[in-house]
């Protein structure tokens, strides 16, 4: 298997947001200075002590558990799969976007051929 290179990996680590990711998992993020909180899943959190960084793009579990990292150790961890598996899931992910991102274009220029619309 061929390994996968590290620009794809730094891509997802800064481009696909944890925050939106965790929200449409349906946790509930709760501001918290610069941070967002919310209750761990990984233990049986009763305060939420798990702190997600929109700057950095980084989770931490300040509760029991202590762990955290990247997206792809959110992924990894919640899913229970491999390093390869979740790359592979998250740049699944960031085509939508893409993909999303490419159409609203096209939809723009063909409107603006058709109608005169800028
Ligand atoms: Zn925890």
Not at 5 to 18: A, F, G, H, P, R
Not at 36 to 51: A, G, Q, W
Not at 66 to 74: A, E, F, K, M, Y
Request: proline share 3%.
């Amino acid at each position: 298997m061929a390994r996968i290179k590290q620009e794809i990996i730094e891509k997802l680590k800064n481009e696909v947001s944890l925050v939106r990711l965790l929200e449409s998992q349906g946790f509930k993020l709760k501001k918290h200075g610069k941070d967002f909180i919310c209750h761990c899943p990984f233990h049986n959190d009763k305060t939420p002590s798990l702190v997600v960084s929109p700057d950095k793009n980084l989770w931490n579990c300040l509760g029991a558990c202590g762990v955290g990292g990247s997206i792809i150790d959110w992924v990894m961890k919640r899913e229970g799969i491999s390093f390869r598996r979740a790359v592979e899931i998250l740049q699944h992910d960031i085509g939508l976007i893409v993909a999303v991102a490419a159409s609203i274009i096209l939809f723009a220029k063909l409107n603006v051929e058709r109608f005169g619309m800028i």
